[in-house]
């Protein structure tokens, strides 16, 4: 049972992680999946997108380190048969085409340059992922990890949201929504030990726009959007538009550009009208095809509370966990106790 190596490098909005793998099969498992491990991982920032004007440093900048440690981790006598790919997600999704375009030719042509590891076809090792795609490989790993994929347990279902975008995936338990829903499933199939493949019904849903960075600055600009033309702004008279916003915590200043203005914007802290002016932003007064239906227009099949549970992971983890020190089973009243003492925090 020899092992081998891939490279898998999450270009994320925030930043690029490089994500090292080892992988066997064993024949004398022929009804389990291949064996992965994950055996190091590296981050640099800021995220890929970011070199839109400055493509020549992404190799010195942004990948070189990454390789490097690639390189000290992996076998020196595997490297040219260790595969690397770059998938960049909602960051890269969001910028124009033609600097999307320069920033991919530039990393497979630096990477090709650089370093020993395998890349065939530059458009099947460096690539922008759509975000299906991601909330199915999101999805996958979960449930890998997990070791539900091949013992017949329900899957979980599986909740990302990172800087730029957010993604919902699961597999249904009730096969009436599998039939009626089934031109919105993903077919996912992985081959086992033996050869065998085994087949799930995914449902997939992402929505770009709805990562937490990205949310922060669609409630800032709803923030001044929404503010009546004529008026003079700018209290103390430095230029900037003096503005209180209820979803900062209580004296936080910053600073935030919109419609070619500066606004100087100072936290209230006030939870009650932060939730009031936010709750539009999820989009869940438009248009939907059928019931049940999630937001921005978005239908998708029911979930069975009773038999699916939802892992929650990147930012939803993050802020649970990091801020509130609530990581673990997901309870609303404890959540949003939390959320308001936070807020309300000078």
Known sequence: MSAKYAIIIDAGSSGSRAHIYEYSQDKNLPDALPTIKQVSSKKTKPGLSTFTKSIDSIWGDHFEPLIKHAEEIIP???HASTPIFIQATAG??????KYRKNILKETCKSLKKNSKFLINECADHVCVIDGDTEGIYGWIALNYLSEKLTNDLT????????GASTQLAFSPTNQEDLVEHGDDMYKVSLRKNNGELVDWQIFVSSWLGFGANEARNRQLSSLLNVLPKGVNYDV??????????PCS?????IEFEYDDKMYSIT??????TC????YPLLLKNMKCSKEPCLFNGIHGPKMDWSK?????VSEYWYTANDVFKLGGTYDYEKFELATKDFCSTN
């Open 92 to 97: 890269m999704r969001l910028i124009k085409p």
């Open 155 to 162: 899957p979980y279902g599986f909740m990302d949201m990172g």
């Open 308 to 312: 699916e549970k939802i892992v929650g």
């Open 275 to 278: 939730i009031k002016t936010i």
């Open 249 to 253: 915590p209580d004296g936080m200043k």
């Open 267 to 272: 936290g209230s802290g006030d939870y009650e």
């Open 236 to 245: 103390d008279g430095d230029g900037k538009g003096d503005i209180t916003d």
């Open 76 to 78: 020196s006598n595997l």
